[in-house]
Every structure is written in structure tokens, then in C-alpha cells.
């Protein structure tokens, strides 16, 4: 099978299998999309979701946040890790918006890449979800899932990932097709375990690089 026609049959089946997926931050505005993304960085997204409801107890909005010094923002975001630099970064991320885009979260891609601390997966992530547009988010999750079935091959550098399947995905399904591959990854072809390849959906068309059977 050609990596186009894979990349086809495996998005049909994970929609078929996941028709629900959406991205697993909570958030309601597209600059809480970007202050959760940050925290995201080698932390959960549960654990996030419950440090943000705090950090918009206290900083409600754009302007607050953007008036906040990093030190007030690191003593709630801590518990994310990497506190210091998650908080300068959202710091400066806020204040940017207020000054240079009237606090609003620009939709084009090259200038979300200019905003503190965030790079292509995350600009990619705003750009499907807030604005639905093209977009692939080169996670963790997506590196290893499309290494494994062959839709990419032996790449791990997040960029690469993404040019690569930017070439057999169409861009319409791009965005939700990196949300399923998260859903399947934890609950299917998992990391931290032997992959459940018995009750798996692509099981049958799968090459299960890497994976010792």
C-alpha cells in the first residue's frame, strides 16, 4: 500500500474508531488555548487543565495576565513544571498580544510563531482548533504512531514529521487526525506498554514498526 492510500485508510478507520476526538486542554478563548499548550510542554494535559482554572481565577483575561509579573504566574503554574520558564513565557506572550495585536490571537501561522514560546506544534494546534484551519500538531503521540505504521519513515524530528505528512494527508483532516492519533495512542498504542495490537482498528494493515511481536 502507498503511504497516500495508508494515510487515507488510516484516517477513515481512526474516524470511524474516534469520531469524537477533539484537543484534551479545556479552554473557551483562543489565548487560553495558548497559555495551556505552554504549560503542556512534558506535563499532562488533565494536570493542566486544573492549574489554568486557577491561573483565570486570578488573571481573567488578557490584560490581567499581561499586567502579571512572571513570579506571580510561576507560584500557580508550578505544578506543571519547568515553572520558570513556562511563566516568563506566557508573561511575555500576553503582554506581546496586548501591545502588537490588540489582545487578540492572530490567526496566521508565521505570526503566532513570533509570540513567546510558541513554536510549529503549537501554531499548528491554534490554527486547527481556534481558526479550522490546516494544521498538524507533530506531538508526541503523532511522531511515534506515524513512524510505527509507516506513514513516515524512521523520522523523529517534529518539523520533518510534519512536512512529510503534510505531503499524503489532505489538509482538511490534518487537524483531527492529530487529535485521534493522541486518543488511540493512550488508549490503543501505547507508549509505556506493549501496544493492544489484538483489538486494534488498523491491526490488519499496520507494518508495527518497531513493535516486538
Not at 15 to 27: S, V
Not at 32 to 53: H, M, P
Not at 150 to 173: F, Q, S, T, Y
Not at 179 to 200: D, I, N
Request: aromatic content about 6%; hydrophobic content about 35%.
Amino acid at each position: 500500500m502507498e503511504k497516500q492510500e495508508m494515510a487515507l485508510e488510516v484516517i477513515k478507520r481512526l474516524k470511524e474508531e474516534y469520531p469524537d476526538a477533539d484537543c484534551t486542554l479545556d479552554y473557551n478563548e483562543a489565548w487560553k488555548l495558548l497559555v495551556s499548550v505552554r504549560l503542556a510542554a512534558q506535563c499532562t494535559d488533565a494536570r493542566v487543565n486544573i492549574v489554568v482554572e486557577k491561573l483565570y481565577e486570578k488573571y481573567p483575561d488578557v490584560d490581567a495576565l499581561a499586567k502579571a509579573e512572571p513570579e506571580q504566574i510561576e507560584e500557580i503554574v508550578r505544578p506543571c513544571g519547568l515553572g520558570k520558564s513556562k511563566s516568563r513565557d506566557i508573561s511575555a506572550c500576553m503582554r506581546m498580544l496586548k501591545e502588537k495585536y490588540n489582545g487578540k490571537v492572530p490567526d496566521d501561522f508565521n505570526e503566532l510563531l513570533k509570540l513567546p514560546g510558541v513554536g510549529r506544534k503549537s501554531a499548528n494546534l491554534i490554527m486547527g482548533d481556534v481558526f479550522g484551519k490546516p494544521a498538524i500538531v507533530t506531538d508526541t503521540h503523532c511522531i511515534r504512531l506515524t513512524n510505527r505504521m509507516g506513514l513516515v519513515d524512521g523520522i523523529k524530528e517534529p518539523k520533518k514529521v510534519e512536512m512529510a505528512l503534510w505531503k499524503i494527508i489532505p489538509p482538511e483532516e490534518g487537524s483531527e487526525f492529530c487529535h485521534r492519533l493522541v486518543y488511540h495512542g493512550r488508549e490503543v498504542c501505547s507508549a509505556r506498554t506493549k501496544p493492544h495490537c489484538e483489538k486494534c482498528c488498523l491491526n490488519d494493515i499496520c507494518p508495527k514498526i518497531g513493535v516486538e511481536l
